[in-house]
């Protein structure tokens, strides 16, 4: 098929065929693109991106049967067969009236997969419907530049491609059961936008080539490009590099204003002492002051004043949370927020401290009954504290929105919380916090005999939603199940009774002793 006139690629002594991934690896930052190459081995990536893989891999299933519900389609695995059989078998089936899924195409300089191929006619002629799946929400830039590089890798293979669009998660989807997932995916042509941009693409790949080709790894500082549009595996291979500042300035909190965000820009190795105070707001001068001075910030008659207002008994809450690009259960959405675990805390009058939990591991739809176990250990009155109540909040008004017959007591509760973290933030700095105000960053100064690294198996929140997926996968056994179970009450336990702590400094109540 004709192309029209473009140039040729420069063809070199050891020309590489760069993957799609390659050439995306290459727009983001070329330095990316060469150690991908050269330096594997120094590519750490993190517990969320290893995540992202995963979530792609589900949705890509589901996209097969969507896509292909009669079972009538190829699935290539070149993984398994080898790059240069799936380019011929691809090849071959091109004048097949199949869906074909993980079809690979090969040109002088780059190759790529295509999720899914659709077949259909024109003129009485095959030609192919290209898709190509992702887990996101809808149509980002780098999915356009995806598209460009796919279709134009097709075409120059001989492949008669009609269009390309992209699948991406409808959010709206609610889950009817039964493994209808009709409706999950919605598709945005972007056939103009990818045709129109081969010259584009051409000069991306002789770049990429040129990059590939290089003695040495381009000298690339860190900056903006190291987490946009992905976090980078090679972040820090390459910061360990630069100039470490003594004190970074990011540890500065929410670097949101143009003017400090274009100065940190232009100064990539800024330490806080070089930092103009003009540029910062109040909360990030007492960070930068407690940092350089050492001296931890406490207003503690301020602090004192804002809980005094909440008497007891109290109730010191936390959530733990999961979730899913492909819904599981009846009623849910993708990426909906589903509540599997509660721990509370129940301080008396008396000083007594009680604690109750909620953990469901059945592998069952967990809402229910964490909602009733929630209304019914809440009780009807007393202060909810809770770290951040825009996450608990929005939780309770969810499960409220599911359980009409609940509402009114879980909307109680919503009305009860008392949110710890702008009591902290005004009120307290240590200069270790290094400019985070989380409960893992606060606990260690106000309570430093308690600690997550201590608890085994489980010491975060992304650490709590592996071992939850773990623990409902239906081949984990009964003994490594109750191992689960006890490591993540006594997380969720851990991040209750830290609040308590921090509760007793912030209010100075060093009469109960806990």
Not at 269 to 298: M, W
Request: charged residues 25%; proline residues 6%.
């Amino acid at each position: 098929m004709s192309l029209g006139h473009l140039p040729d690629i420069p063809i070199y002594v050891h020309m590489r065929n760069l993957s799609k991934s390659k050439l995306i690896a290459y727009r983001q930052c070329p330095k990316r693109l060469w150690l991908e190459i050269h330096r594997p081995d120094l590519r750490e990536d993190s517990a969320a991106t290893q995540a992202s893989f995963t979530v792609g891999n589900a949705v890509g299933d589901i996209a097969r049967q969507l896509y292909d519900p009669l079972e009538k389609g190829v699935l290539l695995d070149a993984q398994r067969d080898g790059f240069n059989t799936v380019f011929e078998r691809s090849q071959k089936l091109l004048a097949s009236d199949q869906p074909i899924f993980e079809a690979g195409y090969a040109i002088d300089g780059a190759l790529a997969f295509a999720d899914v191929m659709m077949p259909g006619e024109d003129d009485g002629k095959r030609v192919w419907h290209m898709i190509e799946v992702k887990s996101s929400t809808g149509v980002k830039d780098y999915h356009r530049d995806d598209a460009a590089i796919q279709a134009y890798i097709a075409r120059q293979a001989g492949v008669p491609l009609a269009s390309i669009a992209l699948a991406h998660i409808n959010n709206e989807f609610v889950y009817p059961g039964g493994s209808d997932y009709r409706g999950l995916l919605k598709e945005q042509d972007l056939t103009g936008d990818a045709f129109s941009r081969e010259n584009e693409v051409r000069e991306w790949i002789v770049a990429a080539q040129g990059t590939a080709e290089l003695p040495v790894e381009p000298e690339m500082e860190t900056g903006e490009q190291c987490g946009t549009p992905f976090a980078c595996g090679f972040y820090d291979y390459c910061s360990s590099r630069e100039p470490q500042a003594e004190y970074p300035v990011y540890w500065l909190p929410r670097i949101q204003s143009a003017a400090l965000r274009a100065h940190i820009e232009a100064h990539p190795a800024l330490d806080l002492r070089n930092t103009p105070d003009e540029l910062l707001n109040d909360i990030q001068l007492r960070v930068k002051h407690c940092t350089l001075s050492g001296e931890t910030y406490f207003d503690a008659d301020g602090a004192a004043a804002a809980l005094i207002g909440h008497p007891l008994p109290a109730y010191f809450l936390d959530f733990e949370s999961i979730q899913f690009a492909v819904p599981l259960w009846v009623g849910t959405r993708p990426y909906q927020q589903i509540c599997f675990q509660f721990s509370l805390h129940k301080l008396k009058d008396s000083g007594t401290l009680d604690s109750q939990a909620f953990l469901d591991l059945s592998g069952d739809d967990p809402s229910r009954f964490f909602a009733e176990a929630l209304v019914a250990a809440c009780g009807a009155f007393g202060p909810v504290y809770v770290y951040n109540a825009g996450f608990e909040g929005t939780r309770i008004d969810e499960l409220a929105e599911r359980f009409p017959d609940l509402l009114d007591s879980l909307l109680g509760i919503k009305r009860r919380l008392v949110d710890l973290l702008p009591i902290t933030r005004t009120h307290y700095y240590h200069p270790n916090q290094h400019g985070s105000w989380s409960i893992k960053a606060v606990l260690p100064a106000v309570a430093p005999d308690l600690s997550y690294e201590l608890l085994d198996g489980v010491q975060n929140g992304g650490m709590a939603m592996e071992a939850y997926l773990e623990a409902i996968h239906p081949e984990t056994s009964p003994e490594r199940k109750a191992e689960i179970e006890k490591q993540l009450l006594a997380y969720c336990n851990l991040d209750t009774f830290a609040m308590v702590r921090l509760w007793q400094f912030l209010s100075d109540r060093n009469d109960f002793q806990f």
